[in-house]
T-cell receptor, first 111, second 116 residues
């Protein structure tokens, strides 16, 4: 059974810092991995989708990498801003018609 | 950018009542899903739906739950007799492609269900 773990559970940084969020998964037979952002009490906003054949994806200040063989992905946020404060979720797709989510990293960026 | 729309945003119901949560997936998407998130817990898969039938369901999706695509645009989740433990945020999602993972999922903003 696929298990997804995210560390750290919470992170507080001053504005302007670069930061890395980590995601690990136990079954490397994945089709893709997706990073989402969730604001308190709100829905899930897709940030980046990495296919299993890809090593990384970039969107603006966000860069996600994938090392399928070791079961790891990282989300790099450059020059963090207070508006980046949210919970970041990673989810893996093993092709069994469902995403398996991690518990998320709650990020607070201090002005 | 196309969105998945969910209504209502918040529903309060008495235990034992039936509720129907509604979703309008993105128009050219073919695969539809329901997930839920109990407060403070992980997002959990409930059911996937393709070609007018359930493709897969989790152990959470018991006989109290049902899904339907009553017309060409809506996708609904029905809970027949709600329990206190059904209180959660329910998310609808859709994807354009197949289960092989070529496409990502787009999620709606959720319906917060509170059973009292």
């Amino acid at each position: 059974k696929q298990e997804v773990t995210q560390i750290p559970a919470a992170l507080s940084v001053p504005e302007g810092e670069n930061l890395v969020l980590n995601c690990s998964f136990t079954d490397s037979a994945i089709y893709n991995l997706q990073w989402f952002r969730q604001d308190p009490g709100k829905g899930l906003t897709s940030l980046l989708l990495i296919q299993s054949s890809q090593r990384e994806q970039t969107s603006g200040r966000l860069n996600a990498s994938l090392d399928k063989s070791s079961g790891r992905s990282t989300l790099y946020i450059a020059a963090s801003q207070p508006g980046d404060s949210a919970t970041y979720l990673c989810a893996v797709n093993t092709g069994r018609r469902a995403l398996t989510f991690g518990s998320g990293t709650r990020l607070q960026v201090q002005p | 950018e196309p969105e998945v729309t969910q209504t209502p945003s918040h529903q309060v119901t008495q235990m034992g009542q039936e509720v129907i949560l509604r979703c309008v997936p993105i128009s050219n998407h073919l695969y539809f899903y329901w997930y839920r998130q109990i407060l403070g817990q992980k997002v959990e898969f409930l059911v996937s739906f393709y070609n007018n039938e359930i493709s897969e369901k989790s152990e959470i999706f018991d006989d109290q739950f049902s899904v339907e695509r009553p017309d060409g645009s809506n996708f609904t989740l029905k809970i027949r007799s709600t329990k206190l433990e059904d209180s959660a945020m329910y998310f609808c999602a859709s994807s354009r492609g197949g289960f092989s993972g070529d496409y990502g999922y787009t999620f709606g903003s959720g319906t917060r269900l509170t059973v009292v």
